[in-house]
Each structure stands twice: as C-alpha cells, then as structure tokens.
C-alpha cells in the first residue's frame, strides 16, 4: 500500500502535471473554475438563501468566469504568438500597473484581499507591448491571490535594476512559502521554454508557462523569490533609453 | 439530531464557502481550512465526526494528511471524502486502508452529492 501511496505522492509532488502538452494543461487548469461555477449555478437553481447571499454566490460567478476567461485569452494570444509581430514601446509601469489594479480591486475586494502599487513616484520606462505586459501582472496577480492569506495586501512593485538598464515589475503574495527544493526546481525551469513550470502543486504551470512565453517576446525574463511568508514573481525588462537620448 | 461536524479541507476559499453552504443548509455543523496542516490542528483542538478533503492542496498535500490520520488510533477512524478533480486518477479500494471511504468528483457531482455523501459514511 506505501507504493501506491508513493504513487500519489508522485503526482502530488506534480510529476503528473509537469510537462503537460498546454491542452491537456489548459483542460486541466480550466476545471477548477468550471467547476466551482458549476456548483454555484446549481445550487442557485434550487436557492433556500437569502438575497444577499443569492448576490454574493452570482459576484463569484461572474469574477470566476471573468478570471476563466483571462486564461483563454491569454491561451489564444501565446498560441499566435509566434505568427505576429508585437509592437514594442516605452511604457510607463506605474501608470499600466495602476490600471491592472484598477481593473483587480473588485476581484480582490471580493477575497477579502487588497492590491496595490509600490513604486517611485516617477519610475523608469521600460520596452514592452503593452498588452502582454499587462497580462503578465493579471497572470502573475491571479497566482498570488489565489496563495495569499486572506486579509492580506498584494503588491505590484517596481524598481529599477542594473544600473537603470532594466526594470522589474513584480507581484509579492504573502502565502505559504516555497519550499527550497521547489524553488530550484522553478528556477531551472523558467528558463527552460519547453516545459511547464509550476510553483504549487495544484497548478498545472500553464499561467508561468504563458507569462514565459510573452517576457520571451518582449526580449525579458521571469523569476521567482522565496521569502519567509510567500513569494515574489517578477518579469524583468529593459528600460527604455528615450530619456538618455533628450 | 445530534450536532454533526464536518471539517472541509480545500483551498480555494469560495469553492470552500460553497461546500459549507451546502453541508450547513443541510444541518450539519462546518469549518473550513486551506491546508493540511491547519487541518491537523483544528482535529487536534475538535475532533470532527467527518472529513471533506480535497487533494492538491498547498503545502502539504491530502496524503500527507491521511498518513498522519492513519497515525493515531482516534483520528485513523474519522471518515474521509475526497473532493478532488483529479477523481478519474485514483482507485477507492487503494485509498480505503487510508480511512478514505468515498472520492467525489469535483467537475460532476452535484451539491447533493456532498451530502448523500457524508450520510452515506456517517455510522
């Protein structure tokens, strides 16, 4: 019986999710969602609760619907990706990550979690497409909400790093912390653009999978800090030199 | 009717909310944790009459949570479900010695099923 124990532990440990082709990943980390919106649909259909609960189950709906559908999205772009050229530009970090936070609050609020931005007043400007960008932080905020402790703050935090060549943009969550053995794990793999990568075991890695993919695109990179109450992950990318061209 | 307690272990905090919704509706008494290791401590402070367990968890995992159940002889009889939506992956009678007497499916079942199946494994 400890060997099949081992067995379960092996999956659970993500063998069976790593390297998964991005359908099955995408199936996989799709059920989730599809399910709890499957179990609030049903129990409203047959509803003792009161109204306010009634509003409280239909808000889950649609924010989980919404989030469901940033996947598919986000799944249909990284599939053109390598059909299409993406304009790159500078861009203001702190005026894009004001509008994602913007655009989570509500989806925060109803956690019981709060988002938000700490930056310099006047950060760098850094060369990205705006629209991968963006959906790198909603992907890597959608990760850190779901591991965060509940009345807990995330942040979006910018800083410039080498010199002022680059900058990283990065998503604090306070949650578990990584175990060692699964952040050296990670940290090989999201170089690796074969593979899924996933931090937790119930991810199947198609969300890191994905932001690899865009960072690639825009001539960046992603990681990941350990620290002691959760993680930080971050994509790194290069400032824009507009300014020391004035 | 004797006060019924059930601990659900699942850490998605509204799917979490969901089973408590159902499982309170019906009479029963919930607490909810995100983890295995919050689940070992609230059975150590009360011991619940059934265990609702998802599978992937953060931290820990469920397995490492029947192994420690299996460890002492007032928790080894406390019945577990497994809520899971890797159902398909795993065989009830591998998990039974594990005190696992029903695996619920998360992408089928129905809200009544959560019920049926503490029921169904209550003594």
Partial sequence: MSAQIGEHNSFTNGSLLDGLPSVIAAAHELKSPLALIRQLSLTLEDCPFSAEEQKRMLKQISLTSESALRLTSDLTRSVRLSDALFKLEPINPKQLCEDIIHELTPFFSAHDCKVRLKSRKHPLLLIANRDLLRRIIMNFSDNALHYTEENTTVEIQIAALAGGKKVRLGVRDYGPALSMDVLNSLQSRLVDASTTIHARPQSSGLGLYIARQFADAMNGNIGVKRHRNGSTFYVDLQASNQLSLL | ?123
């Fill in chain 2, 1 to 123: 009717m004797k006060n019924v307690s059930i601990l659900v272990v699942e850490d998605d905090n509204w799917l979490s909310e969901q089973f408590a919704r159902v499982l309170e509706n019906a009479g029963y008494v919930v607490k909810t944790v995100s983890n295995a290791l919050s689940a070992i401590e609230e059975i150590d402070d009360e011991q619940p009459d059934v265990v609702v367990l998802d599978v992937l968890l953060t931290g820990s995992t469920a397995f490492a949570l029947l192994h420690e159940l299996q460890s002492y002889g007032d928790t080894g009889s406390i019945p577990v479900i497994l809520c899971t939506n890797l159902a398909s992956e795993l065989v009830l009678d591998d998990l039974k010695p594990y005190g696992v007497k029903k695996i619920l499916d998360k992408t089928t079942m129905i809200p009544d099923d959560l019920i049926i199946s503490v029921r169904s494994v209550l003594p």
